[in-house]
């Protein structure tokens, strides 16, 4: 959907691509939910600095596509069918990862007591104990070469909670720990991990949640953008994918050596309040 103009002076438009110095040549990325939204943009900006990506999603149509936007980058990119649902394969696929970005999710917007158990184990498999396995599969190689990064996708609701949303900041709030405890082990071993916290991106995934808030507010889309979604924000636009991009890039970047056990909120000063 188009999110409506705020009146007064137009927000600043988003950063020009690829602006973090970044060379990956030789590393092994692992990116999870790469075929569309946040996903995909981290996948190619890191094929774009050099990295062979495995590129993770249930989506095999959307990885075709990615690969085929990915020719010609620095880097490769190898597309990797998968179900975060099979843990077990899931730990497995990111065995021999140099940098981790643990980025699928999915959404549900719902009233606790109408909150279907089985979409929130679902929700809490994929975006925590997946990820949980995601790490454990990685960090033997990268303690063992004594470097590694974990970036995981977390939002502004593993910092801040919502209404409706009792699976989704649940997990988020889950991952935002599982990356502090990561950070303080992976720390003799030269492995960072930190979270990079959106708030609304403009995702397909937030397309749904919008349709989906419409719905139980009974209000407009439109309304849902101004006056649920930026409600709380003073930069009045979505976050683009690849500015999310950019920020997990430049903490995989030797800049970003001391930042490790983080929360890098890109929330339009939400949590600022």
């Not at 990111?94 to 549900?108: E, I, K, P, R």
């Not at 397309?207 to 419409?214: K, S, Y």
Request: hydrophobic share 45%.
């Amino acid at each position: 959907m188009t999110v409506p103009s705020p009146s007064g002076p137009a927000p600043a438009a988003g950063p020009a691509p690829h602006t973090v110095a970044l060379d990956l040549g030789g590393r092994t990325a692992l990116v999870t939910g790469a075929a569309s939204g946040i996903g995909s943009a981290c996948a190619l900006r890191l094929a774009a600095a050099g990295a062979k990506v495995r590129a993770v999603d249930r989506d095999a149509a959307g990885l075709d596509a990615l690969a085929e936007r990915a020719a010609g980058l620095a880097g490769a990119l190898e597309p990797h069918t998968l179900d975060l649902t099979d843990l077990d394969a899931a730990e497995q696929a990111a065995a021999g990862s140099d940098v981790l970005v643990n980025n699928a999710g999915l959404q549900l917007v719902r009233p606790i007591e109408e909150f279907p158990p089985e979409v929130f184990s679902t929700v809490l498999t994929v975006m925590l104990e997946a990820p949980f396995r995601l790490v454990r599969g990685a960090l033997p190689h990268m303690y063992g070469q004594g470097w590694g990064r974990i970036v995981n996708i977390s939002s502004v609701h593993g910092l801040r909670a919502s209404a409706y949303k009792s699976a989704y900041v649940a997990a988020k709030h889950g991952l935002e720990g599982l990356s502090k405890v990561a950070a303080l082990e992976g720390a003799p071993h030269g492995v960072t991990s930190n979270c990079v916290s959106p708030g609304y991106v403009r995702t397909p995934l937030v397309e749904r949640q919008i349709a989906d808030q419409a719905a139980a507010h009974g209000i407009s889309a439109e309304r849902v953008v101004s006056e649920v979604l930026l409600a709380g924000s003073a930069l009045k636009r979505l976050v683009e994918p690849e500015e999310v991009a950019e920020a997990v890039a430049y903490l995989c970047s030797p800049q970003a050596s001391f930042i490790t056990g983080a929360s890098l909120p890109l929330d339009g000063g939400w949590t600022a309040h």
